[in-house]
């Protein structure tokens, strides 16, 4: 069965984007006034380590998704590398389907077990120590109790929205995230007026993570008779011998994902870590505060290069290229204007914007947050680069990238240590190690797998994004003079 993203898919993904970011840009001021600078710097903290615990997932999550797409569109079997092309539209293989889905839960089971570990020892030890002396123990530490056992949910529950979607239930999907955001929302401003500070934070950030994942869930049962055509395998046991199989399928990319993971990890969570180590939570509260903005940014201008992946990874089993092409420099095209003229008007306005809610947190100095977007938008040109590969079931970018985050490691400690950059060296030395690789050899192997030259490349990037918000233009008038006529 062939995986087709609707107007109806777009639109709810962005609608997804523009309420999600519309509801950060409504509880940051709420959050800004009511934490202090300290507070401000010890979540970014929690939210640090919650993004590390995340990396436990080991790219499961993706890996899971892009082979639940191939066994939607009818695959047999799961290759631990590449793919069989279709020949013909094939139904949903749901047998293999069903033990996708259960060896997840026995392995998200395992994983969830290792975060709580981890996070209840080595986590606390860390918060504890950032904390000393700043923040009343009893506020800090029941915050981070909640917001540890909301992370250890997120990792048990992690693989519901990969599978919504692998199916192609992109608007299904994108309305569990949305339902979630207006639950994290209410509860946050509510919580904050009453005095709960990090408390509530944590306490809203925990019952919006339920909420998604009892909707995905929900709306996964529901979407093409699911349950039903799933429901002649659940009295069956799967022998432990034929999830092992599965395990080891998918594990050789899932394992290369997981390294990506820990590096797109290291290059925008390093610093803030680093920044509290050295330059105290104030610095880190400014270093989070930057990215949390650019990244909000990014999340929209990537929104439509997410909703197309599973209709590139249909189109790799369907061999269509002329398709593929398209796919991938509109969304690409888009993904870079929205960033890059995003961040700008976020670097120049929000320091007015912060003075006019009297925040005690502020963004980075306007140079070294310019130095900041410019890492982004080039790290974010090699990311939708690799994520186009890896729709081919293919990841040879993993070495490269854990090797650029030794080297950022590396340098970020050599300038906090033995020179006198301060701040600056911590952001511009991911910049200098992504500039010797990543950023260039990456859309380069993505521009000769499609055949593209250098030319019809940039071409494609500034002139397909145009040429599609025309064509949406267009359709929005047909459909409102059919409205008037």
């Known amino acids: 069965m062939s995986i087709k993203v609707t107007r109806k898919d777009i639109v709810w993904n962005y609608t997804n984007l523009f309420l999600t970011t519309a509801l950060n840009i409504i509880l940051l001021p709420f959050i800004l006034q009511n934490l202090s600078s300290a507070e401000m710097g010890l979540w970014y903290v929690f939210t640090s380590f919650g993004l590390l615990a995340v990396l436990i997932d080991f790219g499961f999550s993706t890996t899971i998704s892009r082979n639940v797409t191939f066994v939607w569109c009818g695959a047999k079997e799961i290759s631990k590398e590449g793919f069989i092309q279709n020949t013909e539209n094939e139904e949903p293989n749901y047998y293999l389907l069903f033990k996708l889905i259960k060896t997840s839960k026995t392995i998200y089971l395992i994983l969830a077990l290792v975060v709580f570990i981890g996070l209840s020892t080595m986590g606390s030890l860390f918060i504890s120590e950032a904390a000393k002396g700043q923040i009343a ?50 509860l946050t401003i509510v919580g904050l007026f009453m005095g709960y500070g990090l408390i509530a934070i944590a306490v809203a950030y ?18 093409e008779n699911v349950n039903y055509n799933l ?142 977007l410019i890492g982004n938008l080039l790290i974010n040109n090699h990311t939708l680069s690799g994520a186009y590969i890896a729709t081919g079931n293919r990841m040879p970018m993993y070495k490269s990238y854990i090797i650029t ?48 030259t250098l030319k019809e490349y940039f071409k494609g990037l500034f002139y397909e994004p145009i ?19």
Do not use: C
Request: hydrophobic share 50%; aromatic share 14%.
């Open 405 to 452: 985050s030794v080297i950022i490691i590396a340098l970020q400690l050599l300038f906090v240590n033995f020179t006198s950059f301060g701040i600056y060296g911590v952001i511009i030395s991911v910049l200098i190690a992504n500039l010797l690789f990543n950023n260039w050899y990456w859309p380069m192997v993505s521009i000769n797998e499609l055949n593209l």
């Open 231 to 372: 429901s002649q395998f659940r009295k069956i046991k799967i022998p432990m011998k034929e999830k092992k199989d599965l395990f080891l399928s998918v594990w050789p990319n899932a394992y290369k994902q997981g390294l990506i993971s820990l590096s797109n990890f290291i290059q925008k969570r390093a610093s803030t870590l680093i920044s509290s180590a050295y330059f105290g939570l104030e610095m880190a509260a400014a270093v989070g505060l930057t990215q949390q903005i650019l990244d909000i940014i990014m999340s929209v201008g990537n929104a439509l290069f997410n909703t197309f992946i599973p209709s590139m990874s249909s189109e790799r089993v369907n061999g269509n290229v002329e398709k593929l092409k398209g796919y991938f420099l509109k969304a690409t095209g888009i993904s870079g204007y929205i960033i890059l003229f995003g961040g700008l008007a976020a670097i120049f306005l929000s320091p007015y914007l912060l003075d006019l809610i009297n925040s005690d947190t502020n963004l980075l100095p306007a140079s070294i947050s310019l130095i900041l």
């Open 206 to 223: 925990f019952v919006g993570n339920l909420v998604m994942r009892l909707a995905a869930i929900y709306l996964f049962n529901k979407y």
């Open 467 to 485: 040429k599609l918000l025309k064509a949406f233009g267009f359709s929005f008038n047909k459909i409102r003079n059919k409205k008037h006529g």
């Open 137 to 186: 123990q009893a506020d800090y530490m029941t915050a981070w109790i909640i917001y540890l056992l909301s992370v250890v949910m997120n990792i048990y529950f992690a693989y519901w929205i990969p599978l919504l979607k692998g199916i192609g239930a992109i608007k299904e999907s994108n309305q569990a995230v949305v339902l979630s955001k207006l639950v994290q929302l209410l």
